[in-house]
C-alpha cells in the first residue's frame, strides 16, 4: 500500500496529522502504561508485601521474564495477524485487551492478589507482543520515505520518555500512604482506556497479505521469516544490528540501581536521574536522525552511532572507576560533584548515539522489507530482541559473579560493541560506504540535493548524470535512499585507494571495446542485470571526467543497455536525468592543471555542491542528444 499523503513538513508537524498522530499516542499511553504498571508491582512486592514463594531478591526477576516470555512465544503470531488484517483495527483489538488486563489488574492491586497481578504481567507482555509488529508495520504504510527516519525517531523517543514516566509514576503512586495501591489501580485503568480512545481514531490500514493462512506454529514460523529477511542481506543485518542495541541497553537499564548505589554511592533517586539522563539521551538521538539524514533513510548514521557507543561507553568506565566512598548521596549531593557530572555527560551521549544507531535501521527494515511480510520480519526481530535481552542478563550475571565490577562491565560492552560493530560493516559494506557518503556530504561539503524525490524508492531506473570529479557517484549514492550501481571507466576502477571503494560498491568498469571487447561486453550485460533484478543503475554518459568543467557530448552506451532489455522491462523504465554542480575545481576534480587530487586544501572545507534530479523520462523516448539536454537544463537549474 503506497503512503497516502504529502511530505510533512517536519517530524513535529507529524503530531498535527491524523495519520500519525492517533498512533503515536496510542504507544505512547501504552508504553507508559506497561512501565508504571510494572513497576509499580516490583515496588508492592520488594517492599510492601512479604511473600515467602517471591522473595524481593526475585520480585524483579520474576517480572521480566514473565513480560518477555509472551514475546518468544507469540511473536511469529502476532507478525502474521498484522500482515493479513487492517493493522488500525488489530491495533484496536490490542487496546481493547489492555482495558480488560488493567480491569483484572486493578483488582490485583486492590486486592493485593501476586498471582492475579503476576498473570497480568504476562498478558500485558502479551498486548505488547502484539503492538509490537503492527506498530513498526503501520509507520510505511502512511509515512513516505523521506518522513521514515522522523517518524521513527518520534515513535523511539516516544517509547523512552513514556518509558520514563511510567516508571517515575509508578514508583511516586505505590508510594502514596494508604492509597498508593488504589491510585496506581485506577491510573493503570485509566491510561488503558485513554489508549483505546487514541486508537479509535487511527485511519485505515489495508492488509498488505489478505489471504495469509496462519502457521500457528511458533518455530516454524520465524524460522521462515529470518530466512526471508536472510533474502537481502542489509534487512538481515540490520535485525541483528537491533537486537545488539537491545543487548547493550538492556545492560545499562539494569545495572542502573546497583551503579547508582555501589559506584556512585548515591540513593535510589539518584537511580532515577540515571535513567531519565539515559532516556533523554535516546529521545534527542532519535530525534536528531532526521536532521542528520536530510530527511532520508540513510543507515550511514549507523557506524556513527555505534562510534558513539563504544567510546562514551569506554570513558564512561574511566569516569566511574574510582569514585571516593561516600554516604548515600541525595540527587542534590551527587549534581554538586563535578566529578559526577562527566558521569551523566557519558551516559547521555551513549544514549544518544544509540537512538542514532537504531532508528535509521528500522527506517531500512521498513523500508526495504516486501511490504506483504514486512510485519513478520518484524515479529522476528522482536523475538531476536527478546532472546538477546535475555542473553545480555546472563552474561552481565556471569561477569559480575566471576568479580568483573560494574565499570569493568561497561568497557567490556563498550570493546565489544566496536567488535560487533566492525563484524557487521566488515560483512554488510553498504554501511561503511554510507558512512563514507554521509562524512563526504556533512563534514567535507555542504552538499545540497533538489528533485530528489524523483528517485524511485522501489523498482528499476537508469540514473544519467554528468561527471565531474572522482567522488560524483559517492554524493549520488548519499542523495539515494536505496544501493547504487554504476559504470565506470576501467581506468579510474583502478585507482590505487579509490579503487577498493569502488570494488566494495560493486562498481562496473567498463573498457572501449576497441581496447578489451570481452571487458566491454561484460560490463554491459552487468549493467542488464542490474536493471533486469530492479535495482538502480548510474551511468556518467560522458564516458570520462571532464578535464575542462564543460559538458561533454554523452556517447551511445546508455542507449546500448535500453536496447538490450527485455521490450515489456524497456517500456517500464524510467531513465532520470541528474546534474552535479560546483565541483569543478574541488580537490577531486582536474581543475588545477596537475591531475585530481593533486592540492589537498584545494577549495578549502565545506564548500557547497549540490545535484539537481529531474523528473523522469520513460526508456522508449530517450536519446542520447535529449538526455545531454536534460542533464545541462538540470545543470542550469542547480546553479540558479
Known sequence: CAPTMSHSANQFSLLSQRRFAPFFWTQFLGAGNDNLFKFAFTVLVTYHLQLAWLPPSLAGLAIGALFILPFVLFSATAGQLADKYDKARVMQLVKSLEVGIMALAAWGFMQSHVPALLACVFLMGLHSTLFGPVKYAYLPQHLGEHELTGGNGMVEMGTFVAILLGNLAGGLLIALPQVGPQAVAMSAFGLAVLGRLTAQAIPASPSTDPALRINWNPVTETWANLKLAHRQIAVFRSLLGISWMWFFGAVFLANFPAFAKEVLHGDEHVASVLLMTFSIGIGIGSLLCEKLSRRHVDIGLVPLGAIGMSVFAIDLYFASRSLPPAESLSVSAFLAEARHWRVLADLALLALFAGIYSVPMYALIQLRAKPSHRARIIAANNILNA??????????????????????????????????????????????????????????????????????????????????????????????????????????????????????????????????????????????????????????????????????????????????????????????????????????????????????????????????????????????????ARVAAELERGMD
Open 387 to 628: 532472546l538477546f535481552m535475555i542473553a545480555s542478563s546472563l552474561l552481565a550475571g556471569a561477569l559480575l559473579s566471576a568479580g568483573c565490577s560494574i565499570p569493568e562491565l561497561f568497557l567490556v560492552l563498550g570493546i565489544a560493541n566496536a567488535v560487533v560493530a566492525g563484524y557487521i560493516f566488515f560483512i554488510v559494506p553498504e554501511y561503511l560506504l554510507r558512512f563514507f557518503a554521509f562524512v563526504l556530504t556533512h563534514w567535507v561539503y555542504r552538499f545540497k540535493v533538489r528533485g530528489d524525490e524523483h528517485i524511485p524508492t522501489r523498482g528499476a531506473a537508469l540514473l544519467v548524470c554528468n561527471h565531474v570529479s572522482y567522488v560524483d557517484a559517492v554524493l549520488l549514492m548519499a542523495a539515494s535512499p536505496r544501493p547504487i550501481r554504476f559504470i565506470m571507466d576501467h581506468r579510474i576502477f583502478a585507482t590505487p585507494v579509490l579503487g577498493w571503494f569502488f570494488r566494495l560498491v560493486k562498481a562496473i568498469p567498463v573498457a572501449p571495446r576497441s581496447e578489451d571487447p570481452a571487458a566491454y561486453a561484460a560490463a554491459f550485460a552487468a549493467a542488464r542485470q542490474v536493471l533486469m533484478d530492479g535495482e538502480l543503475l548510474l551511468i556518467f554518459p560522458e564516458g570520462g571526467l571532464t578535464r575542462d568543467g564543460a559538458l561533454k557530448p554523452f556517447k551511445p552506451g546508455v542507449m546500448k543497455i535500453l536496447a538490450d532489455l527485455p521490450p515489456e522491462q524497456r517500456s517500464s523504465l524510467q531513465v532520470i536525468p541528474c546534474a552535479l554542480h560546483n565541483l569543478w575545481g574541488s580537490f577531486f576534480s582536474h581543475a588545477s592543471g596537475k591531475g585530481a587530487m593533486t592540492e589537498p586544501f584545494r577549495r578549502g572545507v565545506f564548500n557547497e555542491v549540490g545535484l539537481s534530479v529531474g523528473e523522469p523520462l520513460p526508456a522508449d523516448a530517450v536519446s542520447p542528444e535529449l538526455l545531454q
